[in-house]
Protein backbone atom coordinates (compact mmCIF):
# COMPACT_ATOMS: atom_id res chain seq x y z
CA UNK A 1 0.00 0.00 0.00
CA UNK A 2 1.34 3.37 -0.50
CA UNK A 3 2.35 5.97 1.69
CA UNK A 4 1.78 9.60 1.55
CA UNK A 5 5.13 10.35 -0.20
CA UNK A 6 4.70 7.42 -2.45
CA UNK A 7 1.85 9.91 -3.93
CA UNK A 8 3.65 12.84 -3.77
CA UNK A 9 6.41 11.00 -6.03
CA UNK A 10 3.82 9.78 -8.47
CA UNK A 11 3.07 13.35 -8.74
CA UNK A 12 6.14 14.82 -8.89
CA UNK A 13 6.82 12.11 -11.79
CA UNK A 14 3.79 12.78 -13.54
CA UNK A 15 4.60 16.33 -13.82
CA UNK A 16 8.21 15.66 -14.96
CA UNK A 17 6.50 13.76 -18.03
CA UNK A 18 3.97 16.47 -18.68
CA UNK A 19 6.94 19.08 -18.63
CA UNK A 20 9.08 17.15 -21.04
CA UNK A 21 6.20 16.27 -23.58
CA UNK A 22 5.88 20.75 -23.41
CA UNK A 23 3.16 21.98 -21.15
CA UNK A 24 4.11 24.82 -18.74
CA UNK A 25 5.71 23.75 -15.43
CA UNK A 26 2.83 25.78 -13.99
CA UNK A 27 0.29 23.79 -16.03
CA UNK A 28 1.99 20.27 -15.57
CA UNK A 29 2.27 21.28 -11.62
CA UNK A 30 -1.49 21.78 -10.94
CA UNK A 31 -1.92 17.78 -9.62
CA UNK A 32 1.30 18.00 -7.59
CA UNK A 33 -0.15 21.36 -5.92
CA UNK A 34 -2.71 19.44 -5.22
CA UNK A 35 -0.48 15.98 -4.08
CA UNK A 36 0.99 18.38 -1.75
CA UNK A 37 -1.73 20.01 0.36
CA UNK A 38 -3.67 16.68 0.44
CA UNK A 39 -0.53 13.69 1.54
CA UNK A 40 1.38 16.33 2.91
CA UNK A 41 -0.20 19.38 4.31
CA UNK A 42 -3.60 17.09 5.20
CA UNK A 43 -2.42 13.55 5.92
CA UNK A 44 1.70 14.14 7.39
CA UNK A 45 1.34 17.55 8.82
CA UNK A 46 -2.49 17.34 9.94
CA UNK A 47 -3.64 20.90 9.14
CA UNK A 48 -6.06 21.31 6.50
CA UNK A 49 -9.39 22.50 6.48
CA UNK A 50 -11.29 25.13 8.56
CA UNK A 51 -11.43 22.54 11.92
CA UNK A 52 -7.66 22.72 11.85
CA UNK A 53 -7.20 26.36 11.10
CA UNK A 54 -6.85 26.60 14.93
CA UNK A 55 -3.45 24.39 15.52
CA UNK A 56 -1.52 26.28 12.86
CA UNK A 57 1.62 28.27 14.06
CA UNK A 58 0.32 31.81 14.25
CA UNK A 59 2.92 35.09 13.59
CA UNK A 60 2.72 37.33 17.14
CA UNK A 61 0.39 39.64 15.46
CA UNK A 62 -1.83 37.11 14.91
CA UNK A 63 -1.68 35.37 18.47
CA UNK A 64 -4.98 35.91 19.93
CA UNK A 65 -6.60 36.95 16.74
CA UNK A 66 -9.85 35.54 15.52
CA UNK A 67 -9.24 32.70 12.95
CA UNK A 68 -11.48 35.04 10.05
CA UNK A 69 -9.02 38.01 11.08
CA UNK A 70 -6.15 35.43 9.66
CA UNK A 71 -4.89 34.09 6.41
CA UNK A 72 -3.04 30.90 6.06
CA UNK A 73 0.45 31.44 4.92
CA UNK A 74 2.95 28.77 3.03
CA UNK A 75 6.19 30.07 4.73
CA UNK A 76 8.08 28.82 1.64
CA UNK A 77 5.78 29.42 -0.91
CA UNK A 78 4.40 26.69 -2.47
CA UNK A 79 5.78 27.07 -6.04
CA UNK A 80 9.35 27.27 -4.42
CA UNK A 81 9.07 24.40 -3.02
CA UNK A 82 7.49 22.90 -6.40
CA UNK A 83 10.00 23.98 -8.20
CA UNK A 84 12.86 22.32 -5.91
CA UNK A 85 10.84 18.92 -6.27
CA UNK A 86 10.85 18.92 -10.36
CA UNK A 87 14.38 19.92 -10.56
CA UNK A 88 15.41 16.93 -7.97
CA UNK A 89 17.69 14.96 -10.23
CA UNK A 90 17.76 12.09 -9.16
CA UNK A 91 14.42 12.37 -7.78
CA UNK A 92 14.06 10.02 -4.44
CA UNK A 93 11.58 9.60 -1.55
CA UNK A 94 14.18 10.33 0.56
CA UNK A 95 14.98 13.62 -0.79
CA UNK A 96 11.19 14.89 -1.49
CA UNK A 97 10.96 13.87 2.38
CA UNK A 98 14.05 15.99 3.68
CA UNK A 99 12.56 19.04 1.14
CA UNK A 100 9.21 19.12 2.57
CA UNK A 101 10.29 18.93 5.63
CA UNK A 102 12.57 21.39 5.61
CA UNK A 103 10.39 23.94 3.52
CA UNK A 104 6.83 22.56 3.62
CA UNK A 105 5.55 24.65 6.97
CA UNK A 106 1.76 26.68 7.11
CA UNK A 107 1.19 29.93 9.05
CA UNK A 108 -1.54 31.93 10.51
CA UNK A 109 -0.66 36.05 9.51
CA UNK A 110 -2.63 38.65 9.94
CA UNK A 111 -4.66 40.48 6.75
CA UNK A 112 -2.34 43.28 7.22
CA UNK A 113 0.89 41.00 7.33
CA UNK A 114 -0.37 39.19 4.54
CA UNK A 115 -1.26 42.53 2.67
CA UNK A 116 2.70 43.31 2.96
CA UNK A 117 4.21 40.45 1.54
CA UNK A 118 2.25 41.08 -0.74
CA UNK A 119 3.06 44.83 -0.96
CA UNK A 120 6.62 43.69 -1.21
CA UNK A 121 6.67 41.39 -3.97
CA UNK A 122 7.14 38.19 -2.16
CA UNK A 123 3.77 37.37 -2.43
CA UNK A 124 4.54 33.85 -4.07
CA UNK A 125 8.42 34.27 -3.68
CA UNK A 126 11.30 34.24 -1.49
CA UNK A 127 13.53 37.22 -1.28
CA UNK A 128 16.49 37.42 -3.87
CA UNK A 129 19.30 36.90 -1.87
CA UNK A 130 17.63 33.92 -0.21
CA UNK A 131 20.02 31.16 0.75
CA UNK A 132 17.81 28.04 1.59
CA UNK A 133 18.46 27.93 4.54
CA UNK A 134 16.58 30.83 6.57
CA UNK A 135 12.77 29.77 6.00
CA UNK A 136 12.05 32.81 7.70
CA UNK A 137 13.37 35.15 5.09
CA UNK A 138 10.53 36.27 3.38
CA UNK A 139 9.24 37.76 6.75
CA UNK A 140 11.71 38.98 8.33
CA UNK A 141 12.21 40.74 4.59
CA UNK A 142 8.27 42.98 6.10
CA UNK A 143 9.11 42.57 9.29
CA UNK A 144 6.75 39.50 10.18
CA UNK A 145 7.50 37.99 13.88
CA UNK A 146 6.95 34.51 14.28
CA UNK A 147 5.41 33.56 17.31
CA UNK A 148 7.90 30.08 18.66
CA UNK A 149 9.99 30.80 15.20
Given at each position: M???LDFIVFAIEQAKEAENYGF???ECCRNLKTALHQYWQN???RLHGQFQKKNIPRSK???GMELINCDVEHVVP???IVNMLMDMNPLSKQ???SVLKNYFRVLLVTKEEHQRLNASGL???MPSNWDRKDVWARYNAVGIEVENG
Open positions: PDNTRNKTMAAVQMEEVERSK
